[in-house]
């Protein structure tokens, strides 16, 4: 479960392939097909494609999640779009290879997957983490990019990345015994957590359970998927997005100052001066973002009550918000 404590929380909060095994779960073939995408030797990515009529519509999890996040949101596309959602190398049934987990090649992946579908042009939701590597994509290959959307999405990576070159990776939290004893358990906490119910297929590709007693083991990735992809976040200019962009994004102020942190009174000078000027940019960034909103080709929306997994907890106004500007904007 650390994935959803973790990468919901602001900057300053507290070379063989491999793929986990297949777990048991309920037939999904009803919601949409699986395929397999090479995108590199030895690397293959989980696709999911829901179908439908019309140009292309990619869905991109965020970090720690998998395709099947938007099991029970991306099929309300179908009408007008062929919809597809897609699970980055190190997480579920894609490959766990130990290398590529940096910004670029994971822009790439995305690149390769069209490729391989014979797609020219798509339009892109991208979730939390994915918005890096969206970004990579809709700025080094922009006759790729019909439309992005970003659906609360991580515009600090680099700074993140910066942050965790100074300290050490955050420790796993551990959950409530109650919380991992089913799979049904897991599920509650979760929503919980989230704001939100996860899609069934999601709980079942992103965890593994004890085949005996059913209690929760650990989240179903390659060990240091995590901490390579957030180590790997490169600095990507989310204003040079030509496309047409729909930015949608829950107003929670950072967790505040760098004096804040824990211990932050015992590190050393050098340290404590870096970790001042990361959340100084942090800030600076924040307000670069509400400036790019400004921009004709953009459309930012600040969601009330809202929480990260924006299209749980605000179901009705995000699929409004998405359908307007997918077939207008």
Known sequence: MRKRLLLCLPLFACVTTKSGPVPASADSSALHQVKRVKVAEGVELELLDFGGQGPALVFLSGLGNTGHVFD?????????????AVTRRGFGSSSWPEQGYDTATLGEDIVRVLEELGIAKAAFVGHSAAGPELTWVATHHPERVEKVVYLDVRTDGDLLAEFLSVLPMPPPSEPAPEDVASRAALAAAVARDVGGAFPAHEIDEANEFDPKTGRYLRDRKWPHAEERVMKGFSKVDFTAVTAAVLFLYVDQPRSGRAEDLPGFSQMDLPVQEKLRTLSARALQRDAEMLSAMSMPNWKGIK???????VWLTNHDEVLRELKTFLETF
């Open 72 to 84: 029970t949101f991306a099929p309300e596309f179908t009408a007008t779009h062929h919809v597809y």
């Open 303 to 309: 969601l009330e009550h809202a929480r990260h997994y």
